[in-house]
C-alpha cells in the first residue's frame, strides 16, 4: 500500500491518523502477544468455563433450564440475556477465546522463527570468567591441552559443540543440548491450536440424533438414517441440513438387562442387526451386539444404547366386537425401579367422520411398575426387572386434540382438553397382565403384554480422529518440554603458566542451565568428573 | 462376579488402620515440627553459603539459586544434616528421634493403606477406583507415596504432618459419609478405560495435592519474610522459601502430564460410552478449568513479575479446582459422572 503519508512508527511528531493507526495496531498487538496478557486470559478463559458447571445448560437439559429461569425471576432472566445457559456458545466465551487463539499465534510465529535460527546457530562463546557461572570446576592437569580437548570432545559427543581459540592462546569448547525442549514446547502449543481448529470444524460438520425404537424385532424396532424426519431428536452441526446424512439401517431384536439384587445395574446388552454401504441394496443384514462400551461404528456413524425402558401393550375391544391393539413407549419416571409413566392413545376404528371420532378417542394414561408393589391402591416399583408388571391407568374418552394441529408429547395427554370438558376421565384401576377393566359404554381395555424399547443415539463427527492426533502430539510435545533441560557446558583449557612445555594444563568447566530447571547440578558435577577425570587420563595416551 | 465380603471386610479394617496411622504419625512429626530445631537455624549453615554463591551468580535469577542450593545440598554430604537416611550425627535429638518414627509410621500406614486398595479391588473383582469412596482413598494414597518419595531427596520430614492433614482429612470424610459397600459397576463404568482413565486421574489429583501444600507453606513463608509480624510461630519452622517454591514446581511438572494423560484418556472413554469426546459435562469443564489454572501456573511461573507469590497462588487455586471438582461435581451437581459420588 503506497500513500503520501508517513506509515513510520515514529509518527509521533507528525500524528497523522494512519500513523496512530498503525502504532495502536502495533501495540494492541504486542499487548495481545505478552505473556501477562496470555495469562489473563488464561484466567478469563477458566472463570468463564466456571458457570457452565454451576448453571444448567440449554444445550443439555433446557427443560432444566427454563424451570431455573421461572424460578430465579429478573435474576434469572437477566443470566439468560447475558448468555450464561449457553456459556459455550456465547459472545463473551467466543471472545475470550479467539484472543487467546490470537495471542497464542503470536507468541508461537516469532518462537517458531526463532526457533529455526537457533537450530542453525552455534554454541554462544565460552564466558571470560567462568567461575561466575552457577555451576564450576577447575583442575590442573598433567596432560597437553590437544589431549584435554580431545578427550572432552568425545565425552561431549550428543552435544552441539563449537570450538575456539582465544587471544590468549586459551583453547575453548562450548556444548550445548537440550534443543528438544523448545521442540517439544512448539509441537505442544501448534497441537493445542490443532485441537481448537478441528474441534470448531467439527462444530460445523458433526450431528447427533436420538431416537427411540422397540426391542422386539417388530415394525417399530427398525431405524434408517436416512432423514432428519426419523429422529425423535437432531442437533445438527452448523452446516448440516440433513440432506447429507450417511445411509445405514438398525434393527433391534432384543434387550436385555442384567441388575444386582440391589437393583443396580450390572450389564445392558441389545442384540441389532445393521446394514450399510452395498448391504443396503443387496438387503443383507449384519449381526452386531450393541453394549454401552461399545457402540456399532458403521459408515461414518457411531451408535450408541442410551437406555432403556418399557412399552405396555393394551388391547381395546370395542362394542361391536372389533380389536385395536396398540404398544408405544412409556418413559422412565424413576431410574432406579423404573417406574414409568405414558400414555397409549386409541382412534376409534373405522370413523372416517372427524367430528365422531373426536368424540371417541381413548386415552390409557398412568403408571407401569416392572416389579409391582402397592401402598393401599397405589402402585409402584420395587425393581427394574420384569417380574410382576402391573399397571395403574386413568382411561380417558373424548377429544384428544390431535387434531388441532397441536404438537403433543406421546407420553401425556393435552391437560387442556381434559379442563376444557373434551376429553373426560371414564375409569381408573390397576391392572396386572392379562386383566381387563370394562368401560361404561362396554368398551373392554386389556393390559396385554410388555414390550422393551431402546434409545439409541446416532452421532457423526468427521473430525475426532484429528483432535485424537493432536491431542497425542500435545501430550507428547508436553512431556518432551518437561522432561528435556536446555543446558550449556564449557571447558576451557590453559596450559600453566610459567613453566612453558612442562605439558601441565589448567582445566575449567562452567555450566549453565538455560531453561527454569532445577536439578541440573547433578548432571554438570557428573559431567564435569568425567570431563577432569578424562583430562587426567589423557596423559598417558 | 460376586463381591468377597471376607475380603471387603478385611480391606475395611485396612482402611481404618492405614487413617489412625497416619494420625499417628502426624502427632510423631508435630512434636518434632514443635520442639525440633527451627529450619532457620538448622539451615543457617547452608543458607550463609548459598548467600556467598548467589553473590557471586551470574543470573541472580530464582533459576541459578535453585540449582546453587542443589549443588550445595551435596557438597553438604559432610555436615550433619537432618535428612533421613543420612546418618551422620551418632546422638539424634529427641524431636529428631520422634521425627524419625513419624517417618516410619507414615510407610508403615502406606503400606496398609495400599493393602486395603488391593483388598478392596479383590473383593469386588474390578479396579478398586469405581466409585468416590475408592478413588478418594487412591488419591490419598498417590499423595502420600509422592510425599514418601520426595522425603528421600528434599529435607522435608518435618513438613510431612501438613500434608497428612488434607490426606487424614479426605480418608476420614471418605470412609464415613462416602463409604459405599463393595460392589461391581454400572454398564457404563465396565471399561478397560476405567482402570487408565481413573487412575491417571487419581494421580495426577493425588500428586497435585503436594504441590497444593507446598504453595500454601510457601505463601505464609514469603508472608513472613515480608512481614515478620506474620505467620510467627509457622514460618520460623519452614524450610527456606526457594526449596518450597521448587517442591512445588517439581511435583507440579509431574503431575500435569498425568494429568493431561487423564483427561485425554477420559475424552477418548466419553467418545465410547457416551457418545462424544467433550461435551461440557460439569466434571469436564472443571477438569478444564484446573487444567488451564496449572498451565498457566507453569506459565507463570517463567513469567518476570509473576513467579513467587502469583505463582504460589495459582497453583493453590489449581488444587482448590481439583478439591471442588471432586466434591462439590459429584455430589452437588447432577452431570454424568454423578453416579461416581455414590
Known amino acids: ?541 | 462376579m460376586p463381591v468377597d465380603e471376607s475380603l471387603s471386610t478385611f480391606s475395611d479394617w485396612s482402611y481404618g488402620s492405614a487413617v489412625a496411622v497416619y494420625l499417628l504419625a502426624m502427632i510423631f512429626l508435630l512434636v518434632e515440627q514443635a520442639f525440633g530445631r527451627t529450619a532457620r537455624a538448622a539451615a543457617a549453615g547452608r543458607t550463609a553459603r548459598a548467600a556467598a554463591l548467589v553473590g557471586a551468580g551470574a543470573g541472580g535469577s530464582s533459576v541459578v539459586q535453585a540449582d546453587q542450593t542443589d549443588q550445595s545440598d551435596q557438597s553438604d554430604q559432610d555436615r550433619p544434616r537432618i535428612t533421613p537416611g543420612v546418618v551422620s550425627t551418632p546422638q539424634r535429638s529427641r524431636p529428631e528421634r520422634f521425627g524419625r518414627m513419624g517417618a516410619a509410621l507414615i510407610v508403615l500406614g502406606a503400606l496398609l493403606h495400599l493393602g486395603s486398595i488391593v483388598l478392596r479391588g479383590f473383593a469386588a473383582g474390578r479396579a478398586p477406583w469405581g466409585n468416590m469412596y475408592e478413588y478418594m482413598s487412591v488419591v490419598c494414597f498417590v499423595a502420600v507415596g509422592t510425599w514418601l518419595a520426595l522425603m528421600r531427596k528434599f529435607p522435608i520430614r518435618r513438613l510431612s504432618a501438613f500434608t497428612l492433614l488434607p490426606v487424614v482429612v479426605l480418608m476420614f470424610i471418605g470412609g464415613t459419609a462416602l463409604y459405599t459397600t463393595a460392589a461391581p459397576v454400572q454398564p457404563s463404568l465396565q471399561s478397560y478405560w476405567l482402570v487408565v482413565h481413573v487412575s491417571a486421574a487419581a494421580s495426577g489429583s493425588g500428586v497435585l495435592l503436594v504441590p497444593g501444600v507446598a504453595s500454601l507453606l510457601y505463601l505464609a513463608r514469603k508472608a513472613n519474610e515480608r512481614d515478620p509480624g506474620r505467620f510467627v510461630k509457622l514460618a520460623a519452622r519452614l524450610p527456606e522459601a526457594d526449596l518450597l517454591d521448587r517442591l512445588a514446581y517439581r511435583t507440579t511438572i509431574i503431575a500435569f502430564p498425568v494429568y493431561t494423560f487423564g483427561i485425554f484418556c477420559g475424552a477418548i472413554w466419553a467418545e465410547s460410552a457416551w457418545g462424544r469426546f467433550w461435551g461440557w459435562d460439569p466434571k469436564e469443564i472443571v477438569a478444564f478449568v484446573a487444567w488451564v489454572v496449572y498451565a498457566a501456573y507453569l506459565h507463570a511461573r517463567a513469567t518476570a513479575g509473576w513467579r513467587g507469590n502469583r505463582a504460589a497462588w495459582i497453583n493453590v487455586v489449581g488444587f482448590a479446582m481439583t478439591v471442588f471438582n471432586l466434591f462439590f461435581v459429584n455430589l452437588v451437581t447432577t452431570g454424568l459422572h454423578s453416579y461416581a459420588g455414590v
Not at chain 1, 391 to 401: C, M, P, S, T
Open chain 1, 1 to 541: 500500500m503506497s500513500t503520501d503519508q508517513s506509515t513510520r512508527p515514529s509518527a509521533q511528531h507528525s500524528p497523522s491518523r494512519f500513523g496512530a493507526l498503525l502504532a495502536f495496531l502495533r501495540n494492541t498487538w504486542r499487548g495481545l502477544t505478552a505473556m501477562r496478557t496470555a495469562l489473563t486470559l488464561l484466567f478469563l478463559l477458566a472463570l468463564g468455563a466456571m458457570p457452565g458447571a454451576l448453571l444448567p445448560q440449554r444445550s443439555l437439559n433446557s427443560a432444566k433450564t427454563d424451570q431455573y429461569i421461572a424460578d430465579h425471576g429478573w435474576w434469572g432472566r437477566l443470566l439468560d440475556r447475558l448468555q450464561f445457559y449457553d456459556v459455550y456458545s456465547s459472545v463473551w466465551f467466543s471472545a475470550i477465546y479467539i484472543l487467546l487463539f490470537t495471542s497464542l499465534i503470536g507468541c508461537l510465529l516469532p518462537r517458531t522463527v526463532e526457533y529455526a535460527r537457533q537450530l542453525r546457530a552455534k554454541p554462544v562463546l565460552t564466558p571470560r570468567n567462568l567461575a561466575r557461572l552457577p555451576h564450576h570446576r577447575q583442575s590442573t592437569v598433567d596432560a597437553s591441552a590437544d589431549a584435554v580437548l580431545t578427550a572432552a570432545r568425545t565425552r561431549l559427543r550428543g552435544w552441539r559443540v563449537a570450538e575456539h581459540t582465544e587471544e590468549d592462546g586459551a583453547r575453548s569448547i562450548s556444548a550445548e543440548r537440550g534443543f528438544l525442549r523448545e521442540t517439544g514446547n512448539l509441537v505442544f502449543h501448534f497441537g493445542l491450536l490443532g485441537i481448537l481448529v478441528a474441534f470448531a470444524l467439527g462444530g460445523i460438520y458433526k450431528y447427533e440424533g436420538h431416537v427411540i425404537v422397540l426391542a422386539n424385532g417388530g415394525e417399530n424396532s427398525e431405524f434408517c438414517n436416512s432423514g432428519v424426519a426419523n429422529y425423535d431428536y437432531f442437533v445438527p452441526g452448523l452446516s448440516v441440513d440433513g440432506t447429507q446424512l450417511s445411509p445405514f439401517c438398525v434393527k433391534v431384536n432384543g434387550f436385555t438387562a442384567q441388575y444386582l439384587p440391589t437393583g443396580q445395574p450390572t450389564s445392558y446388552q441389545a442384540d441389532i442387526q445393521y446394514q450399510a454401504g452395498a448391504d443396503l441394496s443387496t438387503g443383507t443384514w449384519r449381526p452386531y451386539d450393541l453394549r454401552v462400551n461399545s457402540p456399532l461404528r458403521t459408515a461414518g456413524d457411531r451408535v450408541y444404547l442410551l437406555s432403556h425402558g418399557y412399552a405396555p401393550r393394551f388391547t381395546v375391544t370395542y362394542p361391536d366386537g372389533t380389536q385395536r391393539s396398540n404398544v408405544i413407549q412409556w418413559e422412565q419416571a424413576d431410574p432406579i425401579t423404573l417406574l414409568s409413566s405414558g400414555a397409549t392413545k386409541f382412534d376409534p376404528p373405522d370413523t372416517p367422520d372427524p367430528e365422531q371420532r373426536r368424540k371417541s378417542q381413548l386415552a390409557i394414561t398412568g403408571l407401569f411398575a416392572p416389579t409391582a408393589v402397592y401402598d393401599g391402591t397405589v402402585l409402584s416399583s420395587s425393581f427394574p426387572e420384569l417380574r410382576d408388571p402391573a399397571v395403574a391407568v386413568d382411561i380417558y374418552r373424548g377429544d384428544l386434540g390431535s387434531d388441532s394441529g397441536r404438537g403433543q408429547s406421546i407420553y401425556s395427554i393435552d391437560q387442556s382438553m381434559v379442563d376444557s370438558g373434551r376429553l373426560q376421565k371414564v375409569a381408573r384401576k390397576n391392572l396386572a397382565l392379562g386383566e381387563e377393566i370394562t368401560l361404561d359404554d362396554g368398551t373392554r381395555v386389556r393390559f396385554d403384554n410388555v414390550e422393551q424399547w431402546v434409545s439409541l443415539q446416532v452421532s457423526h463427527d468427521p473430525t475426532q480422529n484429528w483432535v485424537l492426533v493432536f491431542a497425542v502430539l500435545m501430550l507428547l510435545g508436553l512431556v518432551t518440554s518437561l522432561v528435556v533441560k536446555r543446558r550449556r557446558i564449557w571447558v576451557r583449557v590453559t596450559p600453566a603458566g610459567g613453566s612453558g612445555g612442562s605439558g601441565r594444563t589448567v582445566v575449567e568447566v562452567g555450566g549453565l542451565a538455560r531453561t527454569d530447571q532445577a536439578g541440573y547440578g547433578e548432571e554438570f558435577t557428573k559431567v564435569a568428573d568425567e570431563l577432569l577425570r578424562a583430562a587426567r587420563a589423557g596423559r598417558e595416551s
